[in-house]
T-cell receptor
């Protein structure tokens, strides 16, 4: 299995809702990432998990809450989002010592906040 | 700090012709990795090719090759025999060896004309 699976593919939520994005990989990768991408812009790193521990938080607002329940799963909990949080959210994974395989990305969740 | 620069916001190429997408980088670290990704309109970030800073030869992967000029700090992507399916956004990226962050350039939108 050489894929990163993200669910849901599309999500529309109100500003008072609570929702979660899910990411799963079975490649044995020990580093997992959340990126946010606005249209026609490069992805921006949000969080990095290494061996199931949060190693990098790029000053992301607390309305985004990551969670890594085990080495295969990565969640992003969303609460009280703003319309400007509408974006494509990409999950990625990599070996702890990145080699030729690099980073594997999921197909993303397109989030719309209304 | 590491930086990736892509100076071509948009490019056009005729089907079956070759095209070069430019990428320059800046880093003071002697050990680094450079990546190219393709992102179609569906959103998935597809890994194309990787070049390590100590690799002696330019990386190739099918129709993709990387023109790595270390002294000039450039890592241009060459796509040979362009196909309509190559129309997408292309990102050059660099891996920070300490933080494992993947730093992206601004991207180049490639359109292949029939």
């Amino acid at each position: 299995d050489t894929e990163v699976t993200q669910t849901p593919k599309h999500l529309v939520m109100g500003m008072t809702n609570k929702k979660s994005l899910k990411c799963e990989q079975h490649m044995g990768h020990r580093a997992m990432y959340w990126y946010k991408q606005k249209a026609k812009k490069p992805p921006e790193l949000m969080f990095v998990y290494s061996y199931e521990k949060l190693s990098i938080n790029e000053s992301v607002p607390s309305r985004f809450s990551p969670e890594c329940p085990n080495s295969s799963l990565l969640n992003l909990h969303l609460h009280a989002l703003q319309p400007e949080d509408s974006a494509l959210y990409l999950c990625a994974s990599s070996q702890e010592r990145t080699g030729l395989s690099g980073y594997t990305f999921g197909s993303g969740t397109r989030l719309t906040v209304v | 700090a590491q930086k990736i620069t892509q100076t071509q916001p948009g490019m056009f190429v005729q089907e079956k012709e070759a095209v070069t997408l430019d990428c320059t980088y800046d880093t003071s670290d002697p050990s680094y990795g450079l990546f190219w990704y393709k992102q179609p309109s569906s959103g998935e970030m597809i890994f194309l090719i990787y070049q390590g800073s100590y690799d002696q030869q330019n990386a190739t992967e099918g129709r993709y090759s990387l023109n790595f000029q270390k002294a000039r700090k450039s890592a241009n992507l060459v796509i040979s025999a362009s196909q309509l399916g190559d129309s997408a956004m292309y990102f050059c990226a660099m891996r920070d060896p300490l933080t494992r962050k993947l730093i992206f350039g601004q991207g180049t939108t490639l359109q292949v004309k029939p």
